[in-house]
């Protein structure tokens, strides 16, 4: 008997429903409108996407791809929260943050004077930063390091906004 990589993952989902990383991989698979059958139940991309993140809400490329069809207002059902495309891709940077996609698709959610806390990360326009102790270098904010806060400096290439992240450091000056 011949198997495609979807029916390997649907014969696997049938003996243990909880694997995150099929119901992942047969949404990666699946066309926006397509539907697979596990079991006695029908399910659509997205229900694969929510079906993965429910096992596992650790996967963030799940929540990358969960967003994609949202509108910016819709939202999507995972567990008993609801999400807005938005914070479906701040999940996924929070989660792994030099996963690039999710970065460009949240940057592409937002209006160029939009700002959106990501984790201890905050991205933002140069023109709504705190001005106190810090100095705007040709469009680049230097903010200087504080109570052994280490701050880095990382150039967006969507909109150009800067993204600055706090890390907890030990290093002392």
Known sequence: VLYTNQQCYIKALETDSSLSQAWYNIGVLLAPTDTVKVGTHTYTKQQCYTTALEHNPATSQAWNNISIPLAPT???QVGTEAYTKQQCLVKAVEIDPAFSTAWKNLGATMNPTETVQVGTCLLYTSDAADE????DLGGRRIIKKKNNLKISTIQMH???????????TNIRY
Request: net charge negative; hydrophobic share 35%; proline share 6%.
């Open 74 to 76: 819709e939202t999507v």
């Open 158 to 168: 969507t909109k150009m906004q800067p993204i600055i992240c706090l890390h907890q």
């Open 132 to 135: 106190e102790d810090s100095v």
